[in-house]
């Protein structure tokens, strides 16, 4: 009857972690990401190998539509 449930993405579990630097900010029509911190003061290298080590080849984080 209820939506199945199903284990969170590995990109989920990471975010909700805070292991990604940014937030979803829900807005009444359109959200945005709001950076903890200027994007580019960030070293991308351990958040492109996080990304990379757990999505690759499927890319599932840029299809993820729970929030």
Request: no cysteine; aromatic share 20%; charged share 15%.
């Given at each position: 009857?209820?939506?199945q449930s199903r284990a969170p993405s590995a990109f989920a579990a990471i975010?909700?972690?805070g292991?990604?630097?940014c937030r979803l900010?829900?807005?009444s029509v359109k959200h945005r990401?709001?950076?903890?911190c200027p994007p580019e003061s960030?070293?991308?290298d351990p958040l492109?190998?996080?990304l990379a080590e757990v999505n690759m080849p499927s890319l599932?984080?840029?299809s993820e539509n729970k929030h």
């Open positions: 009857f209820g939506e975010y909700s972690k292991g990604i630097p900010v829900h807005g990401l709001q950076w903890e960030l070293s991308f492109l190998i996080t599932e984080y840029l």
